[in-house]
């Protein structure tokens, strides 16, 4: 699962989804609302989680204005909408530090803010998910997890200071399974893993 975080560093909560009202044209509001500039921000909008540009749409009357689509490893998309000026290119690899606009009041917008939405597979008005408990859900696990690169720092230290450890037999399928998960880089000259780093892979493993 890829690592999520909020679009904006610091920000205040606007309209949330599923707000009923007649400005809708679903009838509630499909997205959530957040506000930076407000609140001395920069206005950058940043991807929810990394993935692929494949909307970096320009104001043409439409609702959201200048808008900005990203689908993500797991499948799904992330639409920004109501931006000031767009910061990527259709197609283009996006890191979670990666600047896809500015927040503006483009399209249906009555004052500075992102409009934010998030779709499963394709995108579907009026979106069915709701922005804030899918990223609350979401950045919970990614604080219950290691990451990658994290692990293969322990593993490098752990190594490094047992050169002269005997392997140990019993440890060496889960090493294995690891390994082929993805889970470590493989690096393991001496055929052995700590309990507590077999721990982190069993982990890792059942969060996949």
């Given at each position: 699962?890829?690592?999520y975080?909020?679009?904006?560093?610091?920000y205040?909560?606007?309209?949330?989804?599923g707000?009923?009202?007649?400005m809708w044209?679903?009838g509630?509001?499909?997205g959530l609302?957040?506000?930076?500039?407000?609140?001395?921000?920069?206005?950058?909008v940043?991807?929810?989680?990394?993935?692929?540009?494949?909307?970096?749409?320009?104001?043409n009357?439409g609702?959201?204005?200048?808008?900005?689509?990203?689908e993500?490893?797991?499948?799904?998309?992330?639409?920004y909408?109501?931006?000031?000026?767009i910061?990527v290119?259709?197609?283009?690899?996006?890191?979670?530090?990666t600047?896809?606009?500015?927040?503006?009041?483009?399209g249906?917008?009555s004052?500075?803010?992102?409009?934010l939405?998030?779709?499963?597979?394709a995108y579907s008005y009026p979106?069915?998910?709701?922005?804030?408990?899918?990223?609350d859900?979401?950045?919970?696990?990614?604080?219950?997890?290691?990451?990658?690169?994290?692990?293969?720092?322990?593993?490098?230290?752990?190594l490094a200071?047992?050169?002269?450890?005997?392997?140990n037999?019993s440890?060496?399928?889960?090493?294995?399974a690891?390994k082929?998960?993805?889970?470590t880089?493989?690096?393991n000259?001496?055929?052995?893993a700590?309990r507590a780093?077999?721990?982190?892979?069993?982990?890792?493993?059942?969060?996949?």
């Open positions: 699962m890829p690592t975080q909020y679009p904006f560093k610091t205040k909560l606007g309209s949330l989804y707000v009923k009202g007649k044209s679903c509630y509001h499909s609302d957040l506000f930076n500039k407000s609140t001395g921000g920069d206005g950058k940043y991807p929810v989680a990394e993935g692929k540009v494949i909307r970096a749409t320009p104001d009357g609702s959201y204005g200048n808008f900005v689509t990203v993500h490893p797991d499948g799904y998309l992330s639409l909408a109501h931006l000031e000026a910061r290119t259709l197609g283009a690899k996006v890191s979670l530090d600047v896809l606009g500015i927040e503006g009041s483009t249906n917008s004052a500075v803010h992102l409009h939405e998030i779709h499963k597979g979106s069915k998910i709701d922005p804030k408990k899918f990223l859900e979401r950045m919970k696990e990614n604080d219950d997890m290691i990451t990658q690169a994290d692990f293969n720092k322990m593993l490098a230290v752990a200071e047992r050169k002269t450890q005997p392997v037999p440890l060496a399928a889960e090493f294995e690891a082929k998960a993805g889970i880089d493989g690096t000259p001496q055929g052995f700590t780093e077999v721990a982190v892979m069993c982990l890792r493993v059942s969060k996949k």
